[in-house]
């Protein structure tokens, strides 16, 4: 087998069969951090440094690993500079994630099949670089075949730039993280979003309720939760309305009781209208305070939480009655307790497992989850993979992915203990038919879509 040829990843003729009748579906990415703007302006694409370094901590946080300075990574080093730094670490990278991102990317987009590294760093870079001439984001959209981009959104965003472009339906996705316990500039900016002045919990929610039916008029299908653990439940409005007055002077526990009361009634309001709830869980933000002050969030600084405690999650799934629970996908950064939030998955209605997170969307970690969802959840009702991503190379993820799926469904396979018969339409759900049908839950974006 030649270096990343079409067979790469598929490591049977049966695995090949299944991954090239499936290689063109379309792509849903219900949950990346794109910049809506960007596509709306349908921005140049000018420079292979800036397309891979400008905002992906994947790359710097390896970077950092290897001992390259901060300046070539999120300083003033110019984008060539910034590249031969990146290119000078890829021999390390083996068996990485990033190694397999780089290489998909550099032969997808711009027909290079040669590995990456510092010997061939300058020459790759001006070819590519001259390959991106007149190359618009349009151009990686339309490559890639992606039909709904759903971006990360605060409620308080105007999404000017959501709609339909193309080919492509980009939606907002709601994220009210900053509401679970908010400063007063984040309620000032929520309120004037919502045209109410945000005194009260009650008004507070008010204002939200307003946001998130402004996101649904917009396509919204998802909304998207991230916090290191579960919070408790069960407080009553009155209590979270007298922490929510005080809220600047909150011990933790008292913050969690405020961030549990808002959470669960907006998971009350996302099953009134329809809305699938992700709930990313066990990741600690900006553990490096010095680094943070420096580059900010998003940087590379954040990591593997505790595995969440079961007991927390059924906790938190049984204080909603099956009938008042919205979908939920449960995403936890610390798969070591992947078996048990599955089995759980199973004792609620409305909850799958999504897809392997961040650190875990790695050859093993798609891997593991894939088969665990398989044998302790069901692997045909999972809404298969996203981005998750600020750079719009990533999606060769999609690719990567794909990959590794049709080749462990090929083991059943061949294994006698799956027909092959069935595999297509049961990779063709994982790849797109499921997270279609949970996008075209809001008609409106059924209608940006059209059929696939």
Known sequence: MGFFDDNVLLRSETARRLYHASADHPIIDYHCHLDPGAIARDDPITDIGELWLAHDHYKWRAMRLC??????????????EKFMKYAEIMPMLAGGPLYYFTHFELKQIFGVTEPLGPENAARLYEECNGKLSGMRVSDLLKKYRVRVVATTDDPADDLRYHGKYGDTAVVPTFRPDKYYCPDDAALERLGKAAGIRIVTLRDLLDALTDRL?????????MSDHGFEKFPPTGASYEEAAELFLRRGALSDGEKQTLFGYVLTYLLRQYKKRGITAQLHFSVRRNVNAGMFAVTGADSGFDVIGDPQTPSDV??????????????????????????????????????????????????????????????????????????????FAGYSRFDFFRRILCDYIAELVDGGEYPEDAA????????????????????YTASLIGGI
């Open 67 to 80: 001992g390259v300075d901060e300046y070539y990574i999120t300083g003033g080093a110019s984008y060539a």
């Open 314 to 391: 059924e906790r938190f799934l049984a204080s909603f009655a099956d009938a008042e629970r919205p979908d939920i996908v449960l995403y936890t950064l610390n798969d070591t307790a992947l078996r048990a939030l599955a089995s759980i998955s199973g004792a609620f209605s409305n909850v799958r497992i999504g897809a392997a997170w961040w650190f875990n969307d790695t050859k093993l970690g798609i891997r593991r989850m894939l088969e665990t969802a398989s044998e302790y959840a069901v692997l045909g009702t999972s809404l298969g993979m996203l981005t998750d991503s600020r750079s």
């Open 213 to 221: 039916a402004y996101f649904i008029s917009k396509g919204c299908f």
């Open 424 to 443: 297509a339409k049961l990779i063709y759900d994982i790849n797109i038919g499921n997270a279609y049908k949970a996008a075209c839950g809001n008609p």
